[in-house]
């Protein structure tokens, strides 16, 4: 998703503090000359790239978020209409789930690439210090005062927002879970948007990830030897591809041992990956499974590329008699401080 155009069409900010005991809403937008503009541009271009986004479609015959989406599409409502409408919503949620933070909602019209897109984005309060300046009679005293409704700065990523795709309604969504009646769960997919659910990109790596760890101290395999092959797999199939098969990856990580194969089919299934061919993005591929990085109990740190893994033109590990392992570096023409 990079070079993409993103333009902020309109803007409008609402207010949910539900220490003030009603949702201050906003009855006009921002007018172009003020500030906010680049701000909701860069939140939007951070989401489009963020792979803890999610892909879902509205579900249910009566959902409100898709009508209200509907009827600002087809200039039935504008946005001042229907983004009140949707703070209000979210507000009647936090005043029953006090474990949602209070923040600001940044709701905007978003053309990208061309296509037009309704950007929801709640901008979480953070307590932060600033001065402020006391007078006592003829002097003055510097002092520093907790400011308990600082939003998130320009440079972060944004922690809850929807963006709806105004021509087939479809959604990408980063929400957070937080306590709800008890128990961690998600509510801008459940009680706000109403939607499917779907894994983000970000977590289906840790899931065929974190399985491949707890597997591989099950059969003696040892974390590194399947991790390492976790990675290598995944770094020479997506050199062709987006996706990753689960089974031939079992296969891969647990060559010779079809019940452990059979298993982490099965776990990988079972923490709600159901695809057989896994999509993953080409910044998770760099990010998660290129490299590979270990480090020794005596304290050596090593960073290779993930094939490089059972390449003993490369690299070698050499178990010796006494239990110990030798790693073998090989072929190298430079080596250079970093």
Do not use: W
């Not at 990753?244 to 709600?272: C, H, N, T």
């Amino acid at each position: 998703m990079d070079n993409i155009e993103v333009i902020i069409q309109k803007i409008i900010l609402h207010i949910l503090d539900t220490n003030v005991g009603t949702p201050v809403l906003s009855n006009k937008e921002f007018d172009p000359e003020q500030e906010g503009f680049d701000f909701a541009q860069n939140l939007v271009q951070k989401m489009l790239t963020d792979d803890n986004a999610k892909n879902v479609q509205f579900t249910g015959d009566d959902n409100k978020v898709r009508e209200l989406c509907k009827n600002l599409k087809q200039g039935e409502n504008d946005l001042i209409t229907v983004s009140q409408s949707m703070a209000a919503m979210i507000y009647e949620v936090m005043t029953h789930q006090p474990a949602i933070p209070a923040a600001d909602l940044l709701c905007c019209q978003t053309l990208i690439d061309g296509v037009p897109f309704y950007g929801l984005f709640k901008l979480n309060y953070r307590s932060n210090f600033i001065h402020h300046v006391e007078y006592q009679g003829e002097s003055n005293i510097n002092l520093l005062v907790k400011q308990r409704t600082v939003l998130p700065g320009e440079n972060q990523k944004p922690e809850e927002a929807v963006l709806v795709n105004l021509e087939d309604l479809s959604i990408r969504l980063i929400e957070k879970e937080y306590e709800i009646d008890g128990n961690k769960d998600y509510y801008l997919s459940k009680q706000f948007l109403v939607c499917s659910e779907q894994l983000s990109t970000g977590q289906k790596a840790k899931i065929i990830q974190k399985v491949a760890e707890k597997l591989g101290e099950k059969y003696n395999n040892e974390k590194f030897n399947s991790v390492a092959r976790l990675r290598k797999t995944v770094a020479e199939t997506m050199e062709v591809g987006n996706t990753v098969g689960l089974e031939s990856m079992a296969r891969e990580i647990f060559r010779d041992d079809p019940e452990a194969q059979r298993e982490y089919v099965a776990e990988v299934k079972e923490a709600g990956i159901q695809e057989e061919e896994i999509q993953l993005s080409e910044r998770i591929a760099e990010k998660k499974f290129r490299s590979h990085k270990i480090k020794t109990d005596t304290g050596i740190e090593i960073l290779f590329p993930s094939t490089y893994y059972n390449n003993k033109d490369m690299i070698e590990f050499v178990n010796q008699p006494n239990g110990t392992v030798s790693i073998i570096i090989k072929n190298v023409g430079k080596i250079s401080n970093k």
